[in-house]
């Protein structure tokens, strides 16, 4: 449930009721690395920006773009941040994920009042890019809270929907 915060810094904390991730692997990388992977410039001074992005020496940078290029032959790359006091950047890898997200808030309308299957794709876009979608729903729950609820996992060749 961690990486969930560093994910959504426009929503509360609170509402993210759930983030369960089957991790296969992490990879942490430098700063230093980072920066050089991606500016052309050489990037002494780095500062962290968000739990996502970096700045190297004036250019903002996003540490999603460097995971995705560095995990480029693993099929199952979900996400990346930043290790702030470890100052490392962490790619994660997985096999599955089930996220809960309770709608509470107007600010939560950009996920709440749209179709469920749009609303997960989001989440999927920021906490499983490579998995597949093979739930999406909104309940009501025990206290009569709108909740969205997201599955995300890889599924075989034959069952993916083409």
Do not use: W
């Not at 994910?7 to 430098?30: C, E, G, M, N, W």
């Not at 002494?44 to 992005?53: A, F, Q």
């Not at 930043?82 to 939560?108: A, N, P, Q, R, T």
């Not at 179709?115 to 597949?132: G, M, T, V, Y």
């Amino acid at each position: 449930m961690i990486f969930a915060f560093i994910f959504f810094p426009l929503f509360s904390y609170a509402h993210i009721i759930q983030d369960d991730v089957s991790i296969t692997d992490k990879s942490r990388h430098s700063f230093h690395t980072v920066c050089s992977k991606l500016v052309a410039h050489e990037s002494p001074l780095i500062e962290i920006v968000s739990g996502t992005e970096l700045d190297c020496m004036g250019k903002k940078v996003a540490v999603g773009k460097f995971c995705e290029k560095e995990t480029a032959a693993d099929p199952y790359y979900l996400r990346a941040y930043i290790d702030k006091e470890k100052k490392e950047v962490v790619c994660v890898s997985g096999k599955k994920v089930l996220f809960k997200y309770l709608c509470v808030k107007l600010s939560d309308k950009v996920l709440c009042s749209q179709e469920a299957q749009k609303s997960c794709q989001h989440i999927q876009d920021k906490l499983a890019k490579r998995l597949d979608m093979v739930h999406s729903s909104f309940i009501k729950n025990e206290k009569g809270i709108k909740q969205l609820n997201c599955f995300f996992e890889s599924l075989p060749l034959a069952e993916k929907s083409i």
